[in-house]
C-alpha cells in the first residue's frame, strides 16, 4: 500500500468511531441476536474436527473495561457459537466473526465467490468498493474436519470495535466447500491464535494491533455468556481485563508452545475419582472457537459412562431398528435388492444407486450427514448390510434384530456428541480439570447442553472424544464450554494464560 493510501486509511479510521454509537465509558457496543436451539444448528456451529487434521498433519462481551482496553460485544449463538462484529474496508464493510483462539488468519467471503452457496447466505466483500484496498493475490486454503475454505490474499483497513487496523492481511474467500458454513450464524474467522500457525504466512490482526500501538497492554481476554436467553451473549476485551468480569484473582499458567494456546495440564478427575489418563501431564489447548470440550477417548468414555450418556448416531440407529426392524428384515427375506431396502422402506429418498459402503464412510467420518439422505437413511444402509450378513449366516429374526441394536452401540457419533436424559442431570457427577496444580470443577449444568422443554426437551454432553497421538498428544481442547465458566486471560506479552471464575 502506497503512502497515498496509508493516509487516507489513518484519515477513514479517526473518522469512524466519529460515526460509531459508543457508550458513555467509550467502549463500541453491538446488539447481539439469538436464535432457538436444536441439534442440528449445534453441529452447524461448529467447525470441525481442525485439529484432527491440523493435529494429524503437522502434529466472546466484555463491559466497562478501563480507557486503554477495546471491548468487542459478543453474541451467544445456540451456546455453541460467539460472535461478533468487525469491519473490512474504507468506507466500512461489516462483518459477524467468531473470535476463534484456535486459529490464525482473518478470512471472509468475497464478491467474487459465485460458485459457493454459503457465500450468498452471507455478507461478502467488495474490494472496487473500498479506497484502501490492495489484492496480494496469493491462493491459500484453509482445511477443517467438516469442510475447506480456498481464496486469495488482500490487505486493508479491518475496524475491530473502536480499534483501527491499517494494511491488515487477509483472507477473500471464493470457495467454501460445507454445508456448516451456509448454516452458520457467521460471515468469516478473526483468528487470534499465534503466527505460527497462520497459512500463508500472514499477519494476524492482532500482531498489528500490537505494533501499531493500539492497546495498552499485550493482553486480551474473553468473558462469555453462557445464559442463552440473556441477549448479552459476552463481550472480547483488547488492551486489557474488565474487573466486573470474574471472581478473584486469575491463577497462570504458561504457554508450552506457541502456535495455538497450549498449556501442561495435569490430572482428570470424575466426581472425586482420579481418571488417571494425565496424571503424567496432557497437553491442553484454550479454544474460543470449539463449542465443546474434546479429550482422549479414554477419558471421554468414562464420562459418558459416568454421565449415561449415548451417541447421537447410536440413539437413531436403535430407533431404526425398533420401529423399521421388521420391515428391513421382510423386505430382505423376500428378495428385495439390499440397495433398494432402505428406499422401499421410505427412509430413503435417492435412486439407491449410490454405494451403501460411501455412505457408511459418510457417516462415520463427517460431521454432517450426505446433503441428498437423511441420518436415518445412513443407518438404515448400515442395518441392511448388518442384518443380510447375518442372514447368511440363517441366523433368526430375532437374533439379528438383537446383534444389530448391539452394534448401534458401538457406531461413533458423526460429530462426536452425544445425548443424555434430561432428567438426570442432578445424578451426574461434577467433574475437574487440574491446571497448575489447581482443580477447575464444572458442574452437570455447566457441562450439558440443553434445547427445548418438556418433553421436547434433549441434552447433549459437553464432551466429544478426539485422539492425538504423541507427541502432539495426548491432547485436551478447553472450548466454550469451559470458558463460560472460567474468565479467560491471553497475555501474549508474558506468554501465559490466566483464568478466574466469571462473574
Given at each position: 500500500?502506497?503512502?497515498?493510501?496509508?493516509?487516507?486509511?489513518l484519515?477513514?479510521?479517526?473518522?469512524?468511531?466519529?460515526?460509531?454509537?459508543?457508550?458513555?465509558?467509550?467502549l463500541?457496543?453491538?446488539?447481539?441476536?439469538?436464535?432457538?436451539?436444536?441439534?442440528?444448528?449445534?453441529?452447524?456451529?461448529?467447525?470441525?474436527?481442525?485439529?484432527?487434521?491440523?493435529?494429524e498433519n503437522?502434529l466472546?462481551?466484555?463491559?466497562?473495561?478501563?480507557?486503554?482496553?477495546?471491548?468487542?460485544?459478543l453474541?451467544?449463538?445456540l451456546?455453541?457459537?460467539y460472535?461478533?462484529?468487525?469491519s473490512i474496508?474504507?468506507?466500512?464493510?461489516t462483518f459477524?466473526?467468531?473470535?476463534?483462539?484456535?486459529?490464525?488468519?482473518?478470512?471472509?467471503?468475497?464478491?467474487k465467490?459465485?460458485?459457493?452457496?454459503?457465500?450468498?447466505?452471507?455478507?461478502?466483500?467488495?474490494?472496487?468498493?473500498?479506497?484502501?484496498?490492495?489484492?496480494?493475490?496469493?491462493?491459500?486454503?484453509?482445511?477443517?474436519?467438516?469442510?475447506?475454505?480456498?481464496?486469495?490474499?488482500?490487505?486493508?483497513?479491518?475496524q475491530?470495535?473502536?480499534?483501527?487496523?491499517?494494511?491488515?492481511?487477509?483472507?477473500?474467500?471464493?470457495?467454501?466447500?460445507?454445508?456448516?458454513?451456509?448454516?452458520?450464524?457467521?460471515?468469516?474467522?478473526?483468528?487470534?491464535?499465534?503466527?505460527e500457525?497462520?497459512?500463508g504466512?500472514?499477519?494476524?490482526?492482532?500482531?498489528?494491533?500490537?505494533?501499531?500501538?493500539?492497546?495498552?497492554?499485550?493482553?486480551?481476554?474473553?468473558w462469555?455468556n453462557?445464559?442463552?436467553a440473556?441477549?448479552?451473549?459476552?463481550?472480547?476485551?483488547?488492551g486489557?481485563?474488565?474487573?466486573?468480569?470474574?471472581?478473584?484473582?486469575?491463577?497462570?499458567?504458561?504457554?508450552?508452545k506457541?502456535g495455538?494456546?497450549?498449556?501442561?495440564?495435569?490430572?482428570f478427575?470424575?466426581?472425586?475419582q482420579?481418571?488417571?489418563?494425565c496424571?503424567?501431564?496432557c497437553a491442553?489447548?484454550?479454544?474460543?472457537?470449539?463449542s465443546?470440550?474434546?479429550?482422549?477417548?479414554?477419558i471421554v468414555?468414562?464420562?459418558?459412562?459416568?454421565?449415561?450418556?449415548?451417541?447421537?448416531?447410536s440413539?437413531?440407529?436403535?430407533?431404526?431398528?425398533?420401529?423399521?426392524?421388521?420391515?428391513?428384515?421382510?423386505?430382505?427375506?423376500?428378495?428385495?435388492?439390499?440397495?433398494?431396502?432402505?428406499?422401499?422402506?421410505?427412509?430413503?429418498?435417492?435412486?439407491?444407486?449410490?454405494?451403501?459402503?460411501?455412505?457408511?464412510e459418510?457417516?462415520?467420518?463427517?460431521e454432517?450427514?450426505?446433503?441428498?439422505?437423511?441420518?436415518?437413511?445412513?443407518?438404515?444402509?448400515?442395518?441392511?448390510?448388518?442384518?443380510?450378513?447375518?442372514?447368511?449366516?440363517?441366523?433368526?429374526?430375532e437374533?439379528?434384530?438383537s446383534?444389530v441394536?448391539?452394534?448401534c452401540?458401538?457406531i461413533?457419533?458423526?460429530?462426536?456428541e452425544?445425548?443424555?436424559?434430561?432428567?438426570s442431570l442432578?445424578?451426574?457427577?461434577?467433574?475437574?480439570?487440574?491446571?497448575?496444580?489447581k482443580?477447575?470443577?464444572?458442574?452437570?449444568?455447566?457441562?450439558?447442553?440443553?434445547?427445548?422443554e418438556?418433553?421436547?426437551?434433549?441434552?447433549?454432553?459437553?464432551?466429544?472424544?478426539?485422539?492425538?497421538?504423541?507427541?502432539?498428544?495426548?491432547?485436551?481442547?478447553?472450548?466454550?464450554v469451559?470458558?463460560g465458566?472460567?474468565?479467560?486471560?491471553?497475555?501474549?506479552?508474558?506468554?501465559?494464560l490466566?483464568?478466574?471464575?466469571?462473574?
Open positions: 500500500m502506497g503512502n497515498r493510501y496509508l493516509w487516507l486509511a484519515c477513514v479510521c479517526a473518522f469512524i468511531p466519529s460515526m460509531l454509537d459508543a457508550s458513555s465509558d467509550g463500541q457496543r453491538i446488539n447481539v441476536k439469538k436464535r432457538a436451539l436444536d441439534i442440528n444448528n449445534i453441529k452447524a456451529a461448529r467447525k470441525g474436527d481442525k485439529y484432527a487434521k491440523r493435529l503437522r466472546l462481551g466484555l463491559g466497562d473495561p478501563d480507557a486503554d482496553a477495546d471491548s468487542v460485544p453474541t451467544n449463538y451456546d455453541a457459537q460472535y461478533g462484529e468487525i474496508g474504507s468506507p466500512p464493510q459477524d466473526v467468531i473470535f476463534d483462539t484456535g486459529s490464525s488468519n482473518l478470512w471472509v467471503p468475497s464478491s465467490c459465485i460458485f459457493s452457496i454459503a457465500c450468498y447466505f452471507h455478507n461478502r466483500f467488495k474490494g472496487a468498493k473500498s479506497s484502501t484496498y490492495t489484492k496480494i493475490g496469493d491462493q491459500l486454503q484453509i482445511n477443517y474436519g467438516s469442510g475447506s475454505i480456498s481464496g486469495f490474499s488482500s490487505k486493508d483497513t479491518v475491530v470495535g473502536d480499534l483501527c487496523v491499517v494494511d491488515q492481511d487477509f483472507i477473500e474467500v471464493t470457495k467454501e466447500g460445507s454445508l456448516s458454513f451456509v448454516i452458520g450464524k457467521f460471515d468469516g474467522i478473526f483468528g487470534l491464535g499465534f503466527k500457525i497462520s497459512v504466512g500472514l499477519q494476524p490482526v492482532w500482531y498489528n494491533m500490537v505494533e501499531q500501538g493500539l492497546v495498552k497492554e499485550q493482553v486480551f481476554s474473553f462469555l453462557r445464559n442463552e440473556d441477549e448479552n451473549g459476552g463481550e472480547l476485551v483488547f486489557g481485563v474488565d474487573p466486573k468480569h470474574f471472581i478473584g484473582e486469575h491463577s497462570y499458567v504458561p504457554v508450552t506457541k495455538y494456546w497450549q498449556f501442561d495440564m495435569g490430572d478427575l470424575i466426581g472425586n482420579s481418571t488417571g489418563f496424571e503424567g501431564g491442553a489447548i484454550v479454544d474460543s472457537g470449539t465443546l470440550l474434546a479429550g482422549p477417548t479414554t468414555t468414562e464420562i459418558n459412562y459416568a454421565i449415561g450418556a449415548e451417541g447421537v448416531l440413539s437413531e440407529c436403535k430407533t431404526l431398528v425398533n420401529e423399521y426392524g421388521d420391515m428391513i428384515w421382510d423386505l430382505l427375506v423376500s428378495g428385495v435388492t439390499p440397495g433398494k431396502v432402505c428406499s422401499q422402506a421410505g427412509l430413503c429418498f435417492s435412486s439407491g444407486a449410490q454405494s451403501v459402503s460411501s455412505n457408511i459418510s457417516v462415520v467420518d463427517k454432517n450427514g450426505g446433503v441428498g439422505d437423511s441420518v436415518l437413511c445412513e443407518v438404515c444402509q448400515m442395518a441392511v448390510i448388518w442384518m443380510q450378513n447375518q442372514l447368511r449366516q440363517a441366523e433368526t429374526k437374533a439379528v434384530l446383534y441394536n448391539k452394534l452401540e458401538s461413533p457419533s458423526p460429530a462426536g452425544s445425548v443424555i436424559d434430561c432428567n442432578s445424578k451426574m457427577p461434577n467433574v475437574s480439570f487440574t491446571i497448575g496444580e482443580l477447575y470443577t464444572l458442574t452437570p449444568e455447566q457441562y450439558i447442553l440443553k434445547t427445548g418438556g418433553i421436547a426437551a434433549v441434552c447433549i454432553s459437553g464432551f466429544m472424544a478426539l485422539d492425538v497421538p504423541p507427541p502432539a498428544g495426548p491432547l485436551w481442547i478447553l472450548g466454550d469451559f470458558m465458566v472460567y474468565h479467560t486471560v491471553f497475555d501474549y506479552g508474558n506468554l501465559q490466566g483464568f478466574a471464575k466469571s462473574a
